[in-house]
């Protein structure tokens, strides 16, 4: 029989309890940030060359969650984040790709593209078995979970690396400290791929690459930018919004009946074990399903009036609220997480590295492959790039789901 202290709800200590006054303290803080992330001089520009903006979104919160000024962990602003924005942020993603285009690339663009995909996954188990010789207190207990939400952002950015989260059940802690390996070894990826991006010319020669279908595709998504962009009317961002929920709604009332319908198939296909019982999971997939299909019809249009902005404005909301959980005093209890992410890094670089000399792909292909989250969404026109990014996030969740999935990794990890 439960006693009166069981049915008590938790009480917070924390300063500010109003849900609304916390969610005022987020965007406020957000738009501090990227205010100061938009200064074209001075102390700021200077700042931001150094610090991540992304890093900021999380670590605020953080500091507001460790400090007890709020406290995430009682608070309804991460669930409807989550339930509403994340997936409604990865339909506004998808709409924008240019599936056409990037199917003109040929066969190249596909290969480096799933090379991108399987050196995250390679990786993934270089750098778990490494460190398990290495330092195997840091490859215990949960940390597979925790790589699980690396490989997601690796291979599909922030929308699926908060997927990710989710759909493994990551402890907001152990997320922070993957958030902190992100960070930082993206910041060193970025820097390689800016060098290699100063000697293209010469790495395509090495190769004998053609670039002649990367420039037409390049022609082809400038003139689409200089037809379609815009500045937004009201009934522009009420359209976005409402292809943007409305999928989203859509996702959720499919979402619950696919699961029971699942659940219900025999036990011993142990569908469980691939997070295909996860409401969540079949939320996030349909949501991204129905943004690449919009993509082939004229919402597509809509990107010119900003549709990935908004989408990407959503996704720092989820960020925010994430670090909101975060305890900042346990972040630092496994530094040598950040071994494991250079060692996953060096991996996926190599797989890189050997397809393009072996298929001749040029230089782009290797820039296109990965886009870590911590770097700022580009303030241009949309580019091939960016499109075989946004296409990697509707693919996101199935590989990392499959490589990750909770039988194989406790198997490898004894």
Same mark, same amino acid.
């Given at each position: 029989?439960?006693?009166?202290?069981?049915?008590?709800?938790?009480?917070?200590?924390? &300063?500010?309890?109003?849900?609304?006054?916390?969610?005022?303290?987020?965007? %406020?803080?957000?738009?501090?940030? /990227?205010?100061?992330?938009?200064?074209?001089?001075?102390?700021?520009?200077?700042?931001?060359?150094?610090?991540?903006?992304? &890093?900021?979104?999380?670590?605020?919160?953080?500091?507001?969650?460790?400090?007890?000024?709020?406290?995430?962990?009682?608070?309804?602003?991460?669930?409807?984040?989550?339930?509403?924005?994340?997936?409604?942020?990865?339909?506004?993603?998808?709409?924008?790709?240019?599936?056409?285009?990037?199917?003109?690339?040929?066969?190249?663009?596909?290969?480096? /593209?799933?090379?991108?995909?399987?050196?995250?996954?390679?990786?993934?188990?270089?750098?778990?078995?490494?460190?398990?010789?290495?330092?195997?207190?840091?490859?215990?207990?949960?940390?597979?979970?925790?790589?699980?939400?690396?490989?997601?952002?690796?291979?599909?950015?922030?929308?699926?690396?908060?997927?990710?989260?989710?759909?493994?059940?990551?402890?907001?802690?152990?997320?922070?400290?993957?958030?902190?390996?992100?960070? +930082?070894?993206?910041?060193?990826?970025? =820097?390689?791929?800016?060098?290699?991006?100063?000697?293209?010319?010469?790495?395509?020669?090495?190769?004998?690459?053609?670039?002649?279908?990367?420039?037409?595709?390049?022609?082809?998504?400038?003139?689409?930018?200089?037809?379609?962009?815009?500045?937004?009317?009201?009934?522009? &961002?009420?359209?976005?919004?409402? &292809? =943007?929920?409305?999928?989203?709604? +859509?996702?959720?009332?499919? %979402?619950?009946?696919?699961?029971?319908?699942?659940?219900?198939?025999?036990?011993?296909?142990?569908?469980?074990?691939?997070?295909?019982?996860?409401?969540?999971?079949?939320?996030?997939?349909?949501?991204?399903?129905?943004?690449?299909?919009?993509? /082939?019809?004229?919402?597509?249009?809509?990107?010119?009036?900003?549709?990935?902005?908004?989408?990407?404005?959503?996704?720092?909301?989820?960020?925010?609220?994430?670090?909101?959980?975060?305890?900042?005093?346990?972040? +630092?209890?496994?530094?040598? +997480?950040?071994?494991?992410?250079?060692?996953?890094?060096?991996?996926?670089?190599?797989?890189?590295?050997?397809?393009?000399?072996?298929?001749?792909?040029?230089?782009?292909?290797?820039?296109?492959?990965?886009?870590?989250?911590?770097?700022?969404?580009?303030?241009?026109?949309?580019?091939?790039?960016?499109?075989?990014?946004?296409?990697?996030?509707?693919?996101?969740?199935?590989?990392?789901?499959?490589?990750?999935?909770?039988?194989?990794?406790?198997?490898?990890?004894?």
């Amino acid at each position: 029989m439960a006693t009166p202290t069981d049915t008590l709800p938790a009480v917070s200590t924390a &300063l500010i309890q109003n849900d609304a006054v916390v969610l005022g303290i987020l965007a %406020a803080t957000l738009g501090f940030v /990227f205010w100061g992330s938009s200064r074209p001089d001075g102390f700021w520009k200077r700042f931001y060359g150094i610090v991540p903006a992304l &890093l900021l979104c999380y670590l605020i919160p953080a500091i507001l969650n460790t400090a007890g000024v709020v406290d995430g962990s009682l608070s309804k602003i991460y669930p409807m984040a989550r339930d509403y924005l994340l997936p409604s942020s990865l339909v506004l993603l998808c709409i924008a790709i240019d599936a056409k285009g990037l199917m003109r690339l040929g066969p190249k663009a596909l290969v480096m /593209f799933l090379s991108g995909t399987a050196g995250v996954m390679l990786g993934a188990i270089v750098s778990f078995q490494a460190l398990a010789v290495i330092h195997p207190e840091t490859v215990a207990g949960d940390t597979w979970r925790g790589m699980s939400t690396l490989a997601g952002s690796w291979i599909g950015g922030g929308a699926n690396q908060a997927a990710m989260k989710e759909v493994f059940q990551v402890d907001s802690t152990l997320f922070g400290q993957f958030v902190a390996v992100d960070v +930082l070894v993206a910041n060193l990826w970025m =820097a390689g791929l800016l060098l290699l991006a100063g000697k293209a010319a010469k790495f395509d020669r090495w190769v004998g690459a053609d670039t002649s279908a990367i420039e037409a595709l390049k022609d082809r998504m400038a003139a689409f930018q200089a037809q379609h962009d815009r500045i937004p009317t009201l009934a522009d &961002l009420m359209i976005i919004l409402g &292809l =943007a929920f409305g999928v989203t709604g +859509l996702s959720h009332f499919l %979402a619950g009946p696919l699961v029971e319908w699942i659940a219900s198939l025999p036990a011993e296909w142990n569908l469980k074990d691939y997070s295909l019982t996860s409401g969540f999971f079949w939320l996030v997939v349909l949501a991204t399903t129905f943004g690449v299909l919009l993509s /082939f019809t004229r919402a597509r249009t809509m990107e010119g009036a900003g549709a990935s902005r908004i989408g990407t404005a959503m996704l720092y909301f989820l960020v925010a609220s994430i670090g909101m959980h975060m305890d900042l005093k346990a972040l +630092l209890d496994k530094p040598w +997480l950040f071994a494991l992410g250079i060692i996953w890094i060096l991996t996926h670089g190599l797989v890189l590295l050997i397809v393009a000399k072996i298929i001749r792909a040029p230089a782009f292909s290797l820039r296109s492959a990965h886009r870590p989250t911590s770097v700022p969404p580009p303030r241009r026109p949309s580019s091939p790039r960016r499109s075989i990014r946004r296409w990697r996030q509707s693919v996101c969740c199935w590989p990392c789901s499959v490589t990750h999935s909770e039988p194989t990794v406790r198997t490898s990890s004894g």
